[in-house]
């Protein structure tokens, strides 16, 4: 799986290098949080590097979102919106139904392949512009599937209640994202608490922690990712290896395929299990009788 920045500092090295190319990652917190800015920031990681960004906007207007980002110091969004190289589509105030199912997947045939970048910011309108929930899964889930033919995603969602992500307006966009991130935000003596958590990333190893993270002007988010430290050993995947090659118990293609699965995991994958467990598993599952 092909990796690309984030564009959020910290935040790569827990996600094993960065999102998954033509992913779709859902960022979730509450107001003040700062998922406008983590959008603002994916999309103009690509923006550097030439890639071409669309930012979809439910809510505020484009003359809103520009404004927030030269308040960040991020004036150059001026100088990519003359070059071409920044999209803006405003959705704010339209009826959202109508713009997934018909507007939508017109601008996705024009730019279908295209490999940019998408932010959506956020996606709580539409949600709540259905008290259905089969329709909201309906709506969020093509929105999904249709960005995501143009390139990779990154959308917010406004979060509501006590932070512990059972929400009604978190459950789909969890269950049909790749990947979720959790941005915890409450105030406490002396400032505020900030955390930013992995809740999922789908062919992705990741950080299970939960790691405090500020907002900069100039520079954004800033994740602190110390905590995390990935001993990419492979003294487990090799033991289980040598020992299935010794005994050869396994038919051709099977073994062959557990060898290569082998090949891509390390000893981080295995915590909390044991390698003669794991090879006893295997064996049983293919011993006659």
């Known amino acids: 799986m092909r990796k690309i920045k984030s564009g959020i500092f910290g935040l790569n090295p827990?996600?094993?290098?960065?999102?998954?190319?033509?992913?779709t990652t859902v960022v979730i917190g509450s107001s003040g949080a700062g998922k406008t800015t983590c959008a603002?920031?994916?999309?103009?990681?690509?923006?550097?590097?030439?890639?071409?960004?669309?930012?979809?906007?439910?809510?505020?207007?484009?003359?809103?979102i520009i404004r927030e980002a030269i308040e960040m110091g991020w004036s150059d969004i001026l100088d990519y919106l003359e070059d071409g190289l920044l999209v803006f589509i405003d959705a704010s105030g339209r009826e959202f139904s109508n713009f997934i199912r018909k507007e939508l997947p017109a601008f996705v045939a024009d730019w279908k392949g295209a490999n940019t970048?998408?932010?959506?910011d956020p996606l709580t309108p539409v949600l709540w512009s259905t008290k259905d929930q089969y329709e909201q899964r309906d709506l969020i889930g093509f929105m999904l599937k249709e960005t995501r033919r143009v390139g990779t995603v990154l959308c917010t969602l406004e979060e509501h209640g006590p932070g512990e992500l059972t929400?009604?307006?978190?459950?789909?966009?969890?269950?049909?994202?790749?990947?979720?991130?959790?941005?915890?935000?409450?105030?406490?003596?002396?400032?505020?608490?900030?955390?930013l958590?992995?809740?999922?990333?789908?062919?992705?190893?990741?950080?299970?922690?939960?790691?405090?993270?500020?907002?900069?002007?100039?520079?954004?988010?800033?994740?602190?990712?110390?905590?995390y430290k990935r001993e990419l050993t492979t003294k487990i995947p090799s033991q289980i290896r040598a020992v299935l090659q010794q005994k050869k118990p396994l038919p051709k293609g099977i073994q062959e395929s557990?060898?290569?699965?082998?090949?891509?995991?390390?000893d981080e994958d295995f915590k909390t299990l044991k390698a003669e467990h794991i090879i006893e598993s295997i064996l049983a599952e293919y011993s006659e009788g």
């Open 14 to 23: 827990l996600l094993d290098g960065g999102f998954n190319e033509n992913s």
């Open 40 to 64: 603002t920031q994916f999309i103009r990681r690509g923006l550097q590097e030439g890639q071409e960004g669309i930012f979809v906007s439910l809510d505020e207007n484009k003359e809103q």
């Open 117 to 120: 970048r998408i932010a959506v």
């Open 167 to 195: 929400g009604p307006e978190t459950i789909i966009p969890m269950y049909l994202a790749d990947c979720v991130i959790h941005l915890k935000y409450k105030a406490a003596e002396g400032g505020v608490i900030r955390l």
């Open 197 to 227: 958590k992995i809740i999922k990333a789908r062919s992705t190893r990741h950080s299970e922690l939960s790691h405090p993270y500020k907002i900069m002007k100039g520079l954004g988010l800033i994740v602190d990712s110390n905590a």
């Open 258 to 266: 557990v060898q290569k699965a082998l090949e891509g995991l390390s």
